[in-house]
Structures are given as structure tokens and as C-alpha cells.
């Protein structure tokens, strides 16, 4: 009898369904996977090197382009791991307004995801109507940041700057007659909390448009249901963490089991699944976008009643203000240094990570005690989650890799860094 | 927060004590032991099956290297091995730390109890150049095809050593010794800061 020999196929890096730029070399036995190696590093940018020569504030831009659908939550982690270095208390406002912009970032990831996910699987519409809404949540980024994406609006000590009263409008031009730009500003006219009160008013019929679409899908259940299944005890070994341990039935979640910020004092559930395969995994950020809603609710509630400051008064470590910097010697001292040689972080190590979107994201800093990073270190959920892969797809049919690949929620800036 | 990690810092030592006697650190919530390599797998499959401490997940795996490390402390060796590890069941961490030497840093890999720790630590050997032994698929990760050298490693350049173009005479990509220059535009400094000075240092 004649030896047959596994077939190798190369999958990616330049592949629509390959998320960005994954290299996946597949050893298949007819059409069923019996190996997935991923080659990862094709968007490896030294980031970690590059922050060890940066001041610390430089650094924040940086983080914006790991996990380039959620920059703030990237920021976030960064920036905790620093005021834990340093010991300061964020204001309670500036908690508030990093908790609201974390969903909002969660919402914008989970509608990329969704979006593209349902794609690779077959569903075009999904992705037009996730692109949709991720339009108003990207003008809010906008409006309080200037940046669509990279918004560097987190900053060691609490948020850049408070939250604008005015949201900027469409201007008629020979494309769009003033009757449509009336119509697209009908929600602008007021702040950046109306016009967020105003989403989150529509955003849950969304997701139930959503849902009629995909969730009783006959096709979609095909092939998502049973595909890629994790036990809770596997999840764990494999270190999964955010929706890919939750769908396990591990009711996990950093937002509740270690609190940053305001989290305690906020309503929401944690939405766990059964049988940790693709299809729960839909469920659970489903749900867990329905949840985030909720959160920024409260958060709009909470902000509209309190106003405050918005940064650390400690100018030796946050930006002094405009005023006195003109006027005062000592403000425009601590604004030179800040923007020249920034501040020294006192000589400790230090791990912090926030619920990102996508599973745990943490940064770990070793400082010397200088103005820049001596160490590092990034830990990206969706490191590990892509590591599992071959896990995940041993035994499962070529097309059914498409589907895995899409429920890790995988993006290459956080992965190869 | 502290009082919990100093209470989990001693059930550590206790669990530990038959095999090593740890150092045990709390600092900012965090609770950190130093442990000699040679106890790894021991220390690192106590850690995972004692039922107060259950770390059942690994976090992170990444290498340190201290060779232009500028602060107070002193190091034990050039090259740290930190692992981050999280207990899923009774939600608590900790960090452990191995200290590898210069001209051989080898140590043994915690893939056998955790296999999440496969890629955190192709990673680190990529970077630092530490080789996991025992690890079952120890390739570079992140860096080139063909790579020379450890990216993160202090004396490593931060423009890289070489530079990438396609050669229209030669018909494909060639390699060239790189013709930037490193710019520092703001240099690393450390002040004397009495604000920090009271403050308790932790380990290492």
C-alpha cells in the first residue's frame, strides 16, 4: 500500500479572513486539521523595547496601537500600573469617565468582532450594520479626544480633559442639502452626554436587530455550535481569560472579582456560558454588550450630576493648567518639566491589568526610579487565546478554522506587539 | 488588600517551606517570591495543587534583564525570569521570580503544569535569549525568519542591527547592517526625590 501524506497548506498571512496578518500552516488529512501552526510577528513593532526609551507619557500614544479596535481600555492598563507606582488616587469623576469610555471602547470592539466574525462566516449585512453604530461611539472618541481611534485621552493621574458641551456638527455642502445635515445633527445639539444618552436610548433595538439576524440563524448555529469547545478546567490551562473563559461557565470577570475604579459601585451582570463553544461565546459578548450599555447609563447619570476636577492636582506628575502656567513661575516650571523631561516614577515593579474588551490586559512595569520605563512588559489576551489554536482546531474541518479565528477575537497589534 | 497578600504570603511560605525557604515580598498589593531555579517545577506544581493557594492559571511569563538597571537594589544575576501567576478559584495572584545567570540562562519550563505558558515563553527566548528546558516547541515567535540576536536584551540597539530592502539588481530582499542612528531625544534620569524616599522599596 502507498503512503499517504498529510497535506500542508498555507493560510494567510494575506487572507481576509486571517484578521490582519496571521500566517497559519495547517497539516491536513483530506479537509480535517491535524495541526495548526500559527506564525505570528509580522506586525511586531517593539513596542516594549521603544518604551524603554521613552518618557512615560510618550508611552501612551503607544498603547492606543496595541489593540487598535480598543485603544482606551490599552491605556487604561498603562496607566493604572503607573498611579500604583506612584501611589496617587484618581479623581472620582475622571473613574467615572474612564469606566464610560472602557464600554464604550468594550461596544466598539464587540461590534468589530461581531461584525467581522459573522463575515468570515458568511452574514455580509452584520458587518454594514455593526459599522453603523460603531460610527457614533468613534465620534464620541472624537469629540472628547480629537482622534477617531488613537485617542491617548487616559493619562497617569485621571482623563486629558473634561467632557466637551458641544459636539461638533455636519456643515451642508453640494453632497448633503441643510434638510439632511439638519436631520444628521437632530442628536448633536446638546452635549456629549446627550448625544451618548441618546445611543444608548437606540442601542438595545440594535442589538436585538442584531440578534433576529444570527441568534436562532439556522446557517449560523451550523457553524458555530459545537466548534472549538473549551472546559472550564482546559480554559484555565490554557489561560484564557474576558468572554473566552466566561463561555466555559467561569464566571470571571475583573470588574467584579478585583474592582478598579467605580466598578463596585456600579449594576451589571456577568453573562456566562455552558458549553464554551463558538456559539456561547456569541452569547456571552451579545449579552456582554447589553450590560456595557447599561454601565454607560449609569455612568452618563452619575456625570451629569457631579461635577468635579478631572486630573490629579499633584501638577509634578500631571499637566499644570493653562492659566497658571502664564501666570504663575511654579506652574510654568512643573509644564516645562513635564513636557521636557516628564516625571521620575519611584524605583518598584508593579503588575495591573483591567478587564479589556477582549480578556485580561495588563502591563507590568519595572521602574529604577527613572522619567522612563526600565521594563515593559505587555500581556495581550489575545496572546494566549491565539496560542490555543491548535487546540481549538484539532480534528475540526478546514472552514471551521475561519470560525475559530473569528470567536478568539484576535487582533495582530496586541499580539506581536 | 496588603493584610490579605501578607496572610497569603505566609500560607505560601508554609506551603513552600518543605522544599525551599522562600523570600517573600508584599508591595503594592502584590505579593512576589524569589525562588533559586533549580525548584521551579516543584515550587511551580505546589503553587498549582495546594488548595489554599490553587494558582491554576498563568498569567504572563516575560524576561527581565537588569544588566543597566540603575536603581538602589541589587540583583542576584543578570537575567530574571517573572512568572505572573492568578488562581481563578480563589481570585488571587502572585509573582514569582527566577534569577538566571549571564553566559548560560537556562531554566526548566513550566509548560508540563501550565500549558498556557507554551508561547509567554517562546516569547521570552526570542527576547532574552532564556532557554525553557524541557519546553516541547522552543522556536523564535514574534521577531524575523532568520533572526539574529535577542530584541530586548539591554546591549541590543534600539534601531536594530540590520535593515530590510528589495534589491532591483539582485531580484529579491537583501539584508544591510542598519545606516540609522540611534536619537535620544529626552535622556533617562534619575532624580533624588525625597517625596519617594520614606517609602518602603519591595524586593529585589
Known amino acids: ?417 | 488588600m496588603s493584610q490579605y497578600y501578607s496572610e497569603l504570603s505566609d500560607k505560601v511560605s508554609t506551603a513552600l517551606a518543605s522544599i525551599e525557604a522562600v523570600q517573600a515580598v508584599v508591595a503594592h498589593g502584590e505579593l512576589t517570591i524569589d525562588i533559586s531555579k533549580e525548584n521551579i517545577i516543584q515550587i511551580c506544581q505546589t503553587l498549582r495543587d495546594h488548595k489554599e493557594l490553587g494558582f491554576d492559571t498563568v498569567i504572563d511569563v516575560c524576561g527581565v534583564d537588569y544588566s543597566t538597571y540603575e536603581g538602589s537594589k541589587i540583583h542576584k544575576a543578570r537575567y530574571a525570569s517573572v512568572y505572573h501567576l492568578l488562581s481563578v478559584t480563589n481570585n488571587h495572584r502572585i509573582r514569582v521570580r527566577t534569577w538566571l545567570d549571564d553566559d548560560f540562562p537556562m531554566v526548566d519550563s513550566v509548560v508540563p503544569i501550565w500549558s498556557g505558558a507554551n508561547w509567554f515563553e517562546r516569547e521570552a527566548f526570542d527576547m532574552f535569549g532564556i532557554l525553557y528546558s524541557g519546553h516541547p516547541d522552543l522556536r523564535r515567535l514574534l521577531t524575523d525568519y532568520g533572526f539574529i540576536g535577542h530584541p530586548l536584551r539591554k546591549d541590543f540597539p534600539m534601531v536594530g542591527q540590520v535593515e530590510m530592502r528589495y534589491d532591483a539588481n539582485k531580484q529579491r530582499v537583501i539584508y544591510e547592517p542598519v545606516t540609522i542612528e540611534e536619537r535620544i531625544n529626552i535622556p533617562r534620569i534619575i532624580r533624588d526625590d525625597n517625596r519617594y524616599a520614606e517609602r518602603q522599596g519591595d524586593s529585589a
Open chain 1, 1 to 417: 500500500m502507498s503512503e499517504i501524506q498529510n497535506y500542508t497548506l498555507n493560510f494567510g498571512p494575506q487572507h481576509p479572513a486571517a484578521h490582519g496578518v496571521l500566517r497559519l500552516v495547517l497539516e491536513l488529512d483530506g479537509e480535517v486539521i491535524q495541526r495548526a501552526d500559527p506564525h505570528v510577528g509580522l506586525l511586531h513593532r517593539g513596542t516594549e523595547k521603544l518604551a524603554e526609551s521613552r518618557i512615560y507619557n510618550q508611552n501612551i500614544g503607544y498603547m492606543d496601537r496595541l489593540d487598535y479596535v480598543s485603544m482606551m481600555c490599552n491605556e487604561h492598563a498603562y496607566c493604572m500600573t503607573i498611579e500604583k507606582l506612584l501611589e496617587i488616587e484618581v479623581p472620582e469623576r475622571a473613574q467615572y469617565i474612564r469606566v464610560m469610555f472602557d464600554e464604550i471602547t468594550r461596544i466598539l470592539n464587540h461590534l468589530m468582532w461581531l461584525g467581522t466574525h459573522a463575515l468570515d462566516v458568511g452574514a455580509m449585512t452584520m458587518f454594514l450594520y455593526c459599522f453603523r453604530e460603531r460610527e457614533d461611539l468613534m465620534d464620541a472618541y472624537e469629540a472628547v479626544s480629537g482622534a477617531r481611534m488613537h485617542a491617548s485621552y487616559y493619562r497617569p493621574g485621571g482623563v486629558y480633559r473634561d467632557l466637551p458641551d458641544s459636539m461638533p456638527q455636519y456643515e451642508a455642502s453640494q453632497w448633503h442639502t441643510q434638510a439632511e445635515v439638519d436631520e444628521q445633527n437632530k442628536n448633536r445639539q446638546g452635549s456629549l452626554l446627550d448625544f451618548l444618552t441618546d445611543f444608548t436610548e437606540r442601542f438595545n433595538g440594535y442589538v436585538d436587530e442584531y440578534e433576529t439576524l444570527l441568534t436562532d440563524n439556522r446557517i449560523w448555529k451550523q457553524r458555530t455550535v459545537d466548534i472549538g469547545c473549551v472546559t472550564a478546567e482546559e480554559a484555565k490551562d490554557l489561560s484564557f481569560t474576558g468572554p473566552m473563559i466566561r463561555a466555559s461557565g467561569v464566571a470571571w470577570d475583573l470588574r467584579k472579582m478585583e474592582p478598579y475604579e467605580v466598578y463596585d459601585q456600579l449594576d451589571f451582570d456577568i453573562p456566562v456560558g455552558t458549553n464554551g463553544d463558538s456559539y456561547d461565546r456569541y452569547v456571552v459578548r451579545m449579552e456582554e454588550m447589553r450590560q456595557s450599555n447599561h454601565l454607560i447609563k449609569q455612568c452618563i447619570d452619575w456625570l451629569q450630576k457631579n461635577p468635579g476636577a478631572v486630573m490629579h492636582e499633584d501638577h509634578k506628575i500631571t499637566m499644570p493648567h493653562r492659566v497658571d502656567m502664564k501666570q504663575d513661575m511654579e506652574g510654568l516650571i512643573h509644564h516645562f518639566k513635564h513636557f521636557s523631561e516628564g516625571y521620575g516614577v519611584p524605583e518598584g515593579e508593579a503588575y495591573c491589568a483591567v478587564e479589556h474588551p477582549k480578556g485580561e490586559f495588563g502591563t507590568y512595569i519595572v521602574s529604577d526610579g527613572a522619567n522612563k520605563p526600565y521594563r515593559l512588559k505587555i500581556r495581550a489576551p489575545g496572546f494566549s487565546h491565539l496560542a490555543a489554536i491548535n487546540f481549538l482546531t484539532e480534528g475540526h474541518m478546514l472552514a471551521d478554522v475561519v470560525t475559530v479565528i473569528g470567536t478568539l477575537d484576535i487582533v495582530f497589534g496586541e499580539i506581536d506587539r
